[in-house]
């Protein structure tokens, strides 16, 4: 991933001119994508950007590989069970809704009818309905709105293996794999920094941002182990993403017609 690019590149929109967007072929650049990141601690190991890095890497997979193209990432979400730890970023719940609805709004008056939001960050799931109602009451023209996050069409044991009580939940083996893949100079020594808080008797489906905040809190910040990471294991997951995920979002937009729809993991 370069940031900045010196010329233009036709997956990422940043680099397009105001009369090639008006006049793009929807044939030829079929949808767009939003990466929607995070700006929050992952451990003392990974970057403050992981999640936001990992969405990005596979926008970018995705429009290379489906004909699509990309937007700049959303940096700032909401982060508010890590703001114990310095350097986490983060904004207000209607903010980020009214932000992310504004960008759809934009691209959707710029002439892209298929709007991919693809989310990096596990608490931004949370906010989907409400993103979803302010496009579908503000927007009333064509529209193919799908929102999801990369991990969505993983099969069940690489879901577990990404978010699960036994792998953990932040800045884990999977996190640390991906992003040793994407910038593995950005991962520093990972040696004595597993944790695993106390969670006897703890569905995970239960446990919502202020659950999660006070288990990390007095911690490194790391729910899982990274230490069990390889830049091999990060390799083969974002190829599983990048192929699982493209089967997934090329059947979703074969939908026909003026549709606004939202999708989220079951």
Known sequence: MKIGRTRQSLQQ??????????NHDR???????????????????APL?????????????LASKLNGVTVPPVWFSVSEEHMDFAGTITIKPETFCDYVSDIIFSLARGGFTKILVLNG??????????????????????????????????????????????????ANAFETSVILAIFPSLVRKVKNCS?????SGLDVKDLDAIHFRSLLKNSNGVWGDPSKATLRKGQTLLASIEETLSSYVSGAFQLSGTVVTSETPD
């Open 195 to 199: 944790h695993f808080p106390d969670v």
């Open 121 to 170: 960050h596990g608490t931004n799931e949370t906010y989907f309905p409400q993103i979803y109602a302010k496009v579908k009451e503000g927007y009333k023209g064509e529209l193919n709105l799908l929102l999801l996050s990369y991990w969505t069409a993983l099969p069940i044991k690489e879901r577990e293996y990404l978010c699960s009580l036994q792998w953990g939940l932040h």
């Open 49 to 61: 950007g992981t999640d936001t890095f990992i969405g990005w890497e596979i926008c970018q997979r």
């Open 27 to 45: 044939e030829v650049h079929k949808f767009v994508i939003i990466p929607l990141g995070s700006f929050e601690q992952h451990g003392p190991h």
């Open 13 to 22: 929109l940043e680099t397009w001119t105001s009369p090639e967007v008006q």
